[in-house]
Nanobody, 122 residues
Framework: VQLQASGGGLVPTGGSLRLSCTASGRTFSSYGMGWFRQAPGKEREFVAGINWSGGSTYYADSVKGRFTISRDNAKKLVYLHMNSLKPEDTAVYYC????????????????WGQGTQVTVSS
């Protein structure tokens, strides 16, 4: 599966943004999906994940209650709705696909999008 993330931009603290991940390939609905982010000078970290059906979602503690991951298998899209954004959310955000159940480790994700920049101004 090939992935392309979009929707990043510059938002003020407390603002909202929705990221999209467009997938290609006929097997998209069989993959779990995840969002990761990488801030300048830091390692890439897990943000949110969703299983193949959308019935299970899970989040990093740092975004729980503020971010929501969802998917539309018919449209081959995965979304990351981000609310109450903070300057520490500034990073390049990546979507990724996995065959593993409720995966959070980068090594479990075999396909990656190119990343989209999110900048939260203070």
């Amino acid at each position: 599966v090939q992935l392309q993330a979009s929707g990043g931009g510059l938002v003020p603290t407390g603002g909202s943004l929705r990221l999209s991940c467009t997938a290609s390939g006929r097997t998209f609905s069989s993959y779990g999906m995840g969002w990761f982010r990488q801030a300048p000078g830091k390692e890439r970290e897990f943000v949110a994940g969703i299983n193949w059906s959308g019935g299970s979602t899970y989040y990093a503690d740092s975004v729980k209650g503020r971010f929501t991951i969802s998917r539309d298998n018919a449209k081959k899209l995965v979304y990351l709705h981000m609310n109450s954004l903070k300057p520490e959310d500034t990073a390049v955000y990546y979507c990724a696909a996995t065959r593993s159940y409720l995966a959070t480790a980068q090594a479990d994700f075999g396909s990656w999008g190119q990343g989209t920049q999110v900048t939260v101004s203070s």
